[in-house]
């Protein structure tokens, strides 16, 4: 079974810093994709960056990083240079290619919140 | 626009009253799922389909019915709602995701605010 753990319910970081925000999961399953996506107070899903369990590179997508370690069973998202518009709740999530293709499983979330 | 449209956005209604929350996608997706999300518990996977005709039931199925008719709609059906239907309900479509890809992304509705009073 698919699962996703996220630790940290609440996270600050002052503005123009970076900041990891952690994800570790566990799947039985050689394929599958993570995700992650932000929600802002406004409510609504946004994509952020996708790293497939065969990628040999880490994710990036502009300001975001996807810290890939395969062996630890991690993917930990880092935001570099954080503006105060990046204050959301932020979800990893996985779904599995072979297995259980149709599955998607989510965190908790992390909430987010920048300083001016 | 590629977009899923769901409908309504915001319903109050009261125990044992059928609803039905619409989705619908212009994408030409075939795999399409309903998520609810609660306070602390993230997002959790009601049911989902991988192509017309084909259902399954995700973590949460209990109290929910779905029907995949045509492959841009998939109504999440309420039968007898309950208060613990309470929620902030998610459709969300991509493509099939039996291969690794970035074309597995989710894309998201606006979502649907449920109360049942």
């Known amino acids: 079974a698919q699962k996703i753990t996220q630790t940290q319910p609440g996270m600050f970081v002052q503005e123009k810093e970076a900041v990891t925000l952690d994800c570790t999961y566990d799947?039985?399953?050689?394929?599958?994709?993570l995700f992650w996506y932000k929600q802002p107070s406004s409510g609504e899903m946004i994509f952020l960056i996708y790293?497939?369990?065969?990628?040999?590179q880490n994710a990036t997508e502009g300001r975001y990083s996807l810290n890939f370690q395969k062996a630890r069973k991690s993917a930990n998202l880092v935001i570099s240079a954080s503006q105060l518009g990046d204050s959301a709740m932020y979800f990893c999530?996985?779904?599995?290619?072979?297995?259980?293709?149709?599955?998607?499983?989510f965190g908790d979330g992390t909430t987010l919140t920048v300083k001016p | 626009e590629a977009q899923v449209t769901q409908n309504p956005r915001y319903l109050i209604t009261v125990t044992g009253k059928k609803l039905t929350v619409t989705c619908s996608q212009n994408?030409?997706?075939?795999?399409m799922s309903w998520y609810r999300q609660d306070p602390g518990l993230g997002l959790r996977q009601i049911y989902y389909?991988?192509?017309?005709?084909?259902?399954d039931k995700g973590d949460v199925p209990e109290g929910y019915k779905v029907s995949r008719k045509e492959k841009r709609n998939f109504p999440l059906i309420l039968e007898s709602p309950s208060p613990n239907q309470t929620s902030l309900y998610f459709c969300?479509?991509?493509?099939?995701?039996?291969?690794?890809?970035?074309?597995?992304?989710?894309?998201f509705g606006a979502g649907s605010r449920l109360t049942v009073l």
């Open positions: 799947t039985s399953d050689q394929s599958y994709g």
């Open positions: 969300a479509s991509s493509l099939k995701g039996q291969r690794q890809s970035g074309a597995n992304v989710l894309t």
């Open positions: 790293q497939g369990s065969y990628d040999e």
């Open positions: 389909s991988m192509n017309v005709e084909v259902t």
């Open positions: 999530a996985m779904r599995e290619v072979n297995t259980n293709a149709g599955k998607s499983t």
């Open positions: 994408m030409n997706h075939e795999y």
